[in-house]
């Protein structure tokens, strides 16, 4: 099976700008979600989606947002684009399971720089 | 706030010695548990993960973990370390409830050395 693939790699903007970043899952796989990673806060959580519904959400502000389509791709959106935003997004997709929690298997991330 | 906390952000081993890379959670309910490793500019791979039965899991790359509940731990290791194996080392937890909610320790940066 291909692995999880995330569109574009690396992205530049400038701020004010906003991006979307695109996430396509392991076939099969229903869950996504999204991380932040950076050398200052570390890997943290974004939101999850699962079916085409945000189950889960972290903590930032709403100039984040995501979707999921019927086909379980995901996209994510960041408006209005500051400095500390520039990180690596990581998209990981998990099988449907029951119970709800399995192994997330990690894209290679979309490198943001906002200049 | 639940967390996972990793000792050490730099660990340096001699090629061929013991790695161990610690981590710790705060729950009184075990969660599920994993660990994983990030090469420079890729994604995460997983190591090995704990959800229930058997409390040492062994994963890829001759990497092995051990729940230990009354410690709240599951501190990774390795027999012999190689050179392949500098890299990031990520801890996770998912606490119950939390479906695919996952909370990363900080990191440790493995280096090897010849």
């Known amino acids: 099976k291909a692995g999880v693939t995330q569109t574009p790699r690396y992205l530049i903007k400038t701020r004010g700008q906003q991006v979307t970043l695109s996430c396509s899952p392991i076939?099969?796989?229903?869950?996504v979600s999204w991380y932040q990673q950076t050398p200052g806060q570390g890997l943290q959580f974004l939101f999850e989606?699962?079916?085409?519904?945000?189950?889960n959400k972290g903590n930032f502000p709403g100039r984040f947002s995501g979707r999921q389509f019927s086909n379980s791709r995901s996209e994510m959106n960041v408006s209005t684009l500051e400095l500390g935003d520039s990180a690596l997004y990581l998209c990981?997709?998990?099988?449907?399971?029951?119970?709800?929690?399995?192994?997330?298997?990690f894209g290679p991330g979309t490198r943001l720089t906002v200049l | 706030a639940q967390s996972v906390t990793q000792l050490g952000s730099h660990v340096s081993v001699s090629e061929g010695a013991l790695v161990l890379l610690r981590c710790n959670y705060s729950?009184?309910?075990?969660?599920?548990l994993f660990w994983y490793v990030q090469y420079p500019n890729q994604g995460l791979q997983l190591l090995l993960k704990?959800?229930?039965?058997?409390?040492l899991v062994k994963g890829i790359n001759g990497f092995e973990a051990e729940f230990k509940k009354s410690e709240t731990s599951f501190h990774l290791t390795k027999p012999s370390a190689h050179m392949s194996d500098a890299a990031e080392y990520f801890c996770?937890?998912?606490?119950?409830?939390?479906?695919?909610?996952?909370?990363f320790g900080t990191g440790t940066k493995l280096q090897v050395i010849p």
């Open positions: 990981a997709s998990s099988p449907p399971i029951a119970g709800g929690t399995d192994t997330q298997y």
């Open positions: 076939s099969g796989h229903r869950s």
């Open positions: 989606y699962f079916s085409e519904t945000q189950r």
């Open positions: 729950s009184s309910v075990p969660p599920y």
């Open positions: 704990y959800t229930t039965g058997a409390t």
């Open positions: 996770a937890v998912i606490y119950s409830g939390g479906y695919q909610k996952v909370t």
